[in-house]
């Protein structure tokens, strides 16, 4: 019982430590995130509690040698320095991943529940307001954006004021609202609780304003099945859309300054946000050495200069990992979200609660076409979060 209860503290803190990822400890060298710090503190206690087991082992042999085969693609990197610091990295998430699962094994689909409705509660007010702090210090009280364009909840890209709550990007709160929003749907819908209106709302209005492309498309599906299920939601989701769109109309020819934001993203959707010269040029050098990659880590190094500037990433998932590893590196990296999907579509729970799991799954397809998310702790938790809501979803139907 004691155990227990331990376990499900550290899983509901840990949980947690992952939506604030913006909040690094700084002065040690490197960028520290939270989350960083709880595995380096938590670790030891794991290790100290008895009878410790990991839950769906089978799940988890192809993401390691996935994980794996992507290590040992380091004998073909031409920078061990950076090799060294995804090493780091990995080492990181695997262990990450193994607290999450190891100490879930005890919460309920009941306590899930209280949780995440009251943490959305928290964590959407909070997003809100921290976006408010961003842009009153900016428009009302002359405070400059730091040196990445970003001020409290806010992120400025070009004039485009864009939220990003506790993450350190929009796109990366896109990630961490889908799987709150996933987590809350799923276990109000299996406890046939009343969906809050208010959660929803909040949501809606966080995800409009991260004015995110990429998020509204990573959205559709699981909007789709919602309005769907039942009548009354087609019809808000109809009227929602239809006053949004009068407004946003209204405001874009009255408004100036909402007409040059809404010109800009259109101009950056339109171009694909540079993407598209970017991903010809990977396509170009993964055609060179198709096989065995260029190793670990190394997508940094061969963009160096690209259009005058020094890009981390090839802003594709499938495109770095085919560069780092080669062909079986993507295969391997296919084969993981396929597995993903036929664990979700055998599960023993209600269709409707499948599909909507499904969405969140073609949403984190989507996300990690547009942007490189591999080796990111919000997809790791993304990945845990959707086996973890599967299981306890069976769990739950299971007992009836």
Not at 31 to 47: A, N, Q, R, W
Request: hydrophobic share 55%.
């Amino acid at each position: 019982m004691v155990r227990g209860k331990l376990l499900n503290k550290i899983f509901f803190i840990f949980f947690v430590s992952f939506f604030f990822q913006q909040f690094w400890l700084v002065n040690i060298g490197t960028p520290l995130k939270p989350y960083m710090l709880l595995v380096i503190l938590i670790s030891p206690v794991l290790f100290f509690i008895p009878k410790i087991k990991v839950y769906s082992p089978n799940l988890l042999v192809l993401p390691f040698l996935f994980f794996l085969y992507m290590l040992f693609s380091f004998y073909q990197a031409k920078n061990f320095n950076l090799v060294i610091v995804r090493f780091i990295g990995i080492a990181l998430l695997i262990i990450a991943y193994l607290i999450l699962v190891i100490s879930s094994k005890h919460i309920t689909l009941e306590s899930f529940y209280t949780f995440i409705k009251k943490f959305s509660y928290a964590y959407l007010g909070f997003s809100l307001v921290y976006y408010c702090m961003g842009l009153a210090g900016l428009l009302l009280f002359g405070m400059e954006l730091d040196g990445d364009r970003k001020l409290f909840g806010l992120y400025m890209e070009g004039v485009l004021p864009r939220l990003r709550g506790g993450a350190d990007s929009p796109n990366n709160f896109v990630l961490l609202l889908l799987l709150l929003n996933v987590g809350y749907l799923v276990s109000a819908s299996m406890l046939n609780k009343k969906i809050s209106s208010i959660i929803m709302l909040c949501s809606a209005l966080c995800l409009l304003l991260t004015i995110s492309v990429t998020g509204y498309a990573a959205y559709t599906l699981l909007v789709a099945i919602l309005s769907l299920r039942k009548v009354k939601y087609l019809l808000s989701l109809i009227i929602f859309f239809s006053v949004a769109m009068a407004l946003l109309a209204t405001a874009y020819f009255q408004l100036e300054w909402f007409q040059k934001i809404i010109n800009a993203r259109v101009d950056r959707v339109s171009s694909g946000s540079g993407r598209s010269d970017l991903f010809a040029y990977i396509l170009h050098l993964i055609s060179e050495q198709p096989f065995f990659g260029f190793g670990l880590a190394q997508v940094r190094e061969y963009l160096v200069g690209f259009h005058g500037r020094d890009l981390q990433s090839s802003h594709n998932s499938f495109l770095e990992v085919f560069f780092e590893g080669g062909v079986l590196a993507v295969l391997l990296f296919i084969l993981c979200w396929i597995m993903l999907v036929l664990k979700v579509a055998v599960s023993k729970m209600p269709t409707y609660i499948k599909l909507i799991l499904l969405s969140h799954i073609g949403g984190l397809l989507l996300i990690s076409m547009a942007n490189m998310m591999v080796y990111v702790e919000l997809m790791i938790l993304n990945l845990f979060a959707l086996v973890f809501y599967s299981r306890l979803a069976e769990v739950y139907v299971n007992k009836k």
